[in-house]
């Protein structure tokens, strides 16, 4: 069995945990997303942000990947730059959807799927809807009993809105511009300095990561699950944040955390 067909039918909790350190010959490209890897999930995710330790230790991974480092998530890109701050690693927010803001038509018919969520939110109190540039997402991450419930009254996506497609995250369903997603943006930061010519290593917990690890894959890298989660494309599992963590400093090279 190749490690390929093994990565697609193992749970990628049967996965092993990922290499602690690259050849030298093969540097890594890294691509971390943020919420389940990075930070643990809050009710709030407003309330989540980096510890002064963690962006310490994303200035030492930055160093030692030679700035190779990048930061692929669903947030918008205010939201990134209040985690982010002045920390200098580069991030890419909305799964790489940003240019659709620029569409009128997928404008248009972001704004009826809009209109439909809040009402939806409005009905089953508990969930709210946030607007993002180039996408708009239902959280229901204080009521996730509702999931099936909600998920029967979405919108669908019928030739009307045909610019969009449907993302079913953690406590989340997500409408964001079809052709765009995390795969893309690995692809097009791959294509510049100084992630070209690296292994293109892919890192996160949810499905919309499962594009990130197969461009990483058919790069010849590869993607590591975070969690629970059933993966599909990951060669690697890391069990929780706190994992993640610890394979970071191993990473970056913290003799402490070698043991
Ligand atoms: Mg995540």
New binding site residues.
């Given amino acids: 069995m190749t490690s390929s067909a093994i990565a697609r039918s193992a749970p990628s909790t049967m996965l092993a945990p990922p290499p602690s350190h690259w050849p030298a010959a093969q540097p890594w490209a890294l691509f971390l ?5 990075l930070c643990a999930y809050r009710d709030d995710p407003a309330e989540v942000a980096l510890t002064p330790a963690q962006r310490a230790l994303l200035r030492r991974l930055q160093q030692r990947l030679h700035g190779a480092l990048c930061v692929l998530s669903g947030r918008s890109a205010a939201d990134l730059a209040r985690i982010f701050g002045d920390l200098q690693i580069a991030h890419v927010g909305e799964h790489g959807a940003a240019a659709a803001a620029a569409d009128v038509l997928f404008l248009a018919q972001l704004a009826r799927v809009e209109a439909a969520l809040r009402t939806l939110s409005t009905d089953f109190p508990g969930t709210w809807v946030e607007r993002k540039p180039s996408s708009c997402v239902l959280h229901y991450r204080r009521v996730p009993q509702l999931a099936e419930c909600l998920a029967a009254r979405l919108p669908g996506l019928d030739a009307s809105l045909d610019r969009l497609r449907r993302l079913d995250g ?1 406590c989340v369903f997500e409408f964001a511009a079809r052709g765009s997603d995390k795969g893309s943006a690995l692809r097009a930061q791959m294509q510049t300095a100084p992630f070209r010519g690296r292994v293109a290593v892919a890192v ?3 499905v919309t ?1 499962e594009d990130a690890f197969a461009a990483a894959r058919a790069l010849g890298g590869f993607g590591v699950a975070v969690g629970g989660r059933a993966s599909v494309q990951a060669g690697f599992h890391l069990a929780d944040t706190a994992a993640v963590q610890r394979w970071l400093q191993q990473l970056a090279g913290d003799s402490d955390a070698l043991d």
């Fill in positions: 997303d943020l919420d389940g890897t953690v996160g917990d949810d990561d």
